[in-house]
């Protein structure tokens, strides 16, 4: 009996975003990411083309990160005062191929830091490493409507990936972003529905589609998981199937979400049953990043060295087909 | 669901006097309008002024000069069906029509096999159209049975089970209803189903209202594809509103604006 091909082939590629350029394209990056491109669900290497990995982006803020608990401290503890020495440990020792850097020190209930010290802190984080560079804001749309612009222009031509519009704040970013040649993050909150109307609006304000990575939020293990799996699986499905406004690379803001939790954060003295912290908490971000990685991220942002090594090892290996 | 544009065809007064004088302008109109309105096909017709091939040569031409939209070869002619055939660019094509008749399908079905086009079989033959379902359903896999034979595949195939006048066979529309749901099961994948949508609601005052309400009963049977008036926004919106309680599409607040983007396409 013949056995039949029950291959899947998908009309339509997810968009390929390259993120960061070189002094040839007008930047100063001395490397590129390129996320997306894929012709089939995660690792189905069966069914269609993946021809770009999963890439891993590595935090750094523009304070020292307070909340932080001590096993993700620890490694950056020396270089927490410079962003741009934080930058390069994590390039140079922890292999991340490209910096999330946070304006956490700009939020008005925070340090409220002017757009000038913002813009100054992202210069400084480009001179510092040559990989390209997430540029996402404290959170307040009325503050990072202040700070993008200044912020967007200090960047003018490095091609970096800003975040976050929302479909309540959508306008002044893609000017920012139109004007100084960079790519977006389209955030909603677990809804599909709203992650396609904040990409409607952005096309509709005259952004490119293929410029936008969603974001769909993302909970950590424990945490909806597994809600927020099915929304990227629908999201993907939708956008292999044709559906250009789901066809976007997805990232996943890995880190944040995995050491909020108590199971992460949790001491030994305080949870004796569950082991040491050391190694539960980076076992905690690296196994929710698995998950992301099978529910079809293209970008993770993450915090601790041995968790990024980790899922990098695992990505190389599912990239490889299993063999790696 | 396809959207089969109606307007280029001799019927329409403008259109008439335009392939008997050769005049391109009015054509170029309304091939733009369709296309802007998102039309995937624009049906041409001749029919009502000329029997001659070379004006269906002509009218393809121009339409094709104009807009890159696929085109649907409308006659009951098999040399004027050839004549424009011929006259495509290498665009996707329909050939509109064949019957359940013999001879139109010994015809007509190498045409659209030898120019890779798709076809429409409409539920007739030789007795005239038929009043009830099972006619219905007899006559459509006989047409779907002869383009599988002759080489077409299922996405090839537009079985039509004629939509009456609501105005003077009231009893009609639900029996298609009925075939429509017929024609799905006959294969797997099915052939599309395509009506003349215009044909229920010819001589009623509620043109507009009856043609979508229609068609979003027939598209809940199966129905995926019309020869319509795409110029009509509310009957867009509605199609576009069936396909999202269809599930075909994610919902999204701005999904009106979804279709026509997606939709807007065509132009030169």
Partial sequence: MEIPDVRESSPQAIYTVRLGATPKEGGTRTSVVTVGGERALPFHHFDGEIPNPPVVAMEVWDIPPEDWPAPVREPFSDVFSSPSEWAKKCVEEYEADLICLRLVGCDPSGENRSPAEAAAVVKEVLRAVGVPLIIWGCGNPEKDNEVFPVVGEAAAGENCLLGTITQDNYKTLVAVATAYKHKLIAESPVDINIAKQVNILALDAGFPLEDLVIYPSTGALGYGIEYVYSIMERTRLAGLGGDKLLAQPILCDIGAEAWAVKEARATKDEQPKWGDERLRGPLWEATTAYVYLLAGADILVMRHPRAVQAVKKMIRTLMAGGKG | ?268
């Fill in chain 2, 1 to 268: 669901m396809i959207l089969i544009g109606e307007r280029i065809n001799a019927g329409f007064k403008d259109i008439g006097r335009a392939i008997r004088t050769h005049d391109p302008e009015p054509v170029r109109h309304w091939a733009r309008e369709q296309a802007t309105c998102g039309a995937d096909y624009l049906d041409l017709n001749i029919g009502a002024v000329s029997k001659n091939p070379a004006d269906m040569a002509w009218l393809v031409e121009v339409v094709q000069e104009t807009v890159s939209t696929p085109l649907c070869i409308d006659s009951n002619h098999p040399d004027v069906l050839r004549a424009g055939l011929e006259a495509l660019d290498g665009r996707p094509a329909i050939v509109n029509s064949t019957t359940a008749e013999d001879e139109k399908l010994e015809k007509i079905l190498p045409l659209a096999v030898k120019f890779q086009a798709a076809v429409i079989g409409v539920a007739q033959d030789e007795r005239g159209s038929p009043q009830d379902v099972e006619r219905r359903v007899e006559l459509g896999a006989k047409i779907f049975m002869a383009a599988t034979e002759a080489g077409l595949t299922p996405d090839r195939i537009f079985l039509d089970p004629v939509l009456m006048p609501l105005r003077f066979m009231q009893d009609q529309a639900i029996k298609v209803l009925e075939a429509i749901r017929e024609y799905r099961i006959l294969s797997d994948p099915p052939p599309h189903i395509s009506v003349g949508l215009s044909n229920i609601c010819s001589q009623t005052k509620e043109k507009s209202l009856i043609a979508r309400t229609f068609v979003v009963m027939a598209m809940a049977a199966g129905l995926d594809a019309a020869i319509c008036n795409v110029l009509d926004p509310e009957l867009r919106a509605a199609i576009a509103t069936a396909e999202l309680i269809l599930n075909k599409e994610i919902y999204s607040d701005d999904y009106l604006k979804v279709w026509s983007l997606r939709r807007a396409k065509g132009g030169k």
